[in-house]
T-cell receptor, first 111, second 120 residues
Framework: DAKTTQPPSMDCAEGRAANLPCNHSTISGNEYVYWYRQIHSQGPQYIIHGLKNNETNEMASLIITEDRKSSTLILPHATLRDTAVYYCIVSLGSGNTPLVFGKGTRLSVIA | GAVVSQHPSRVICKSGTSVKIECRSLDFQATTMFWYRQFPKQSLMLMATSNEGSKATYEQGVEKDKFLINHASLTLSTLTVTSAHPEDSSFYIC????????????????FGPGTRLTVT
């Protein structure tokens, strides 16, 4: 079973920041927080991951609370192409550990 | 990021026939690959873990004799759906983990574009 809880859906205006929350209150000390997204009828796309520090890359920023029980994915300037289902996943991050997907958040970016 | 391909992207087959789906890591070697399937409006469900040179590990409820997995090289894993039935119609997705780099924190898994199987 997935160890994360996400809202089922969110809307965001185009050009605004999209902030997607995730609760992972049972995360263990050596588990990472991963974010993926899936655009309709495609394979999931890796976005970002982190352990305890905040992370930023060209796609997004990941903010992890100090107690690591929740995190927020931030898309700084959402576009229509960011409309997708976003999955927050906790995982050991080892090469032979599969990712367990929950239901994710369906983000709709509106013009 | 790393690239994983799948072939075919879409296949239609008759009930009772077998279908092979290929998953390739194009620019990296993957000791381990994973196979998932996704039914409409549902999330991805892990089917099996495929390890190069050894037998695959199947999730509970997945029939290993029906879903044959072969991981013959570090860049190729295949999933064969044998004696396909209409209920096997689904979106099949593979993923591969970029091998760990020294000092790298956590590994990124990369997913293929998926194969849509329709059994008539």
């Amino acid at each position: 079973d997935a160890k994360t809880t996400q809202p089922p859906s969110m809307d965001c205006a185009e050009g605004r920041a999209a902030n997607l929350p995730c609760n992972h209150s049972t995360i263990s000390g050596n588990e990472y927080v991963y974010w993926y997204r899936q655009i309709h009828s495609q394979g999931p796309q890796y976005i970002i991951h982190g352990l305890k520090n905040n992370e930023t890359n060209e796609m997004a920023s990941l903010i992890i609370t100090e107690d690591r029980k929740s995190s927020t994915l931030i898309l700084p300037h959402a576009t229509l192409r960011d409309t997708a289902v976003y999955y927050c996943i906790v995982s050991l991050g080892s090469g032979n550990t599969p990712l367990v997907f929950g239901k994710g958040t369906r983000l709709s970016v509106i013009a | 990021g790393a690239v994983v391909s799948q072939h075919p992207s879409r296949v239609i087959c008759k009930s009772g026939t077998s279908v092979k789906i290929e998953c390739r890591s194009l620019d990296f070697q993957a000791t381990t690959m994973f196979w998932y399937r996704q039914f409409p409006k549902q999330s991805l469900m892990l089917m099996a873990t495929s390890n190069e040179g050894s037998k695959a590990t199947y999730e509970q409820g997945v029939e290993k004799d029906k879903f044959l997995i072969n991981h013959a090289s570090l860049t190729l894993s295949t999933l064969t759906v044998t004696s396909a039935h209409p209920e096997d119609s689904s979106f099949y997705i593979c993923s591969a983990t970029l091998n760990p780099r020294t000092g790298y924190r956590g590994n990124e898994q990369y997913f293929g574009p998926g194969t849509r199987l329709t059994v008539t």
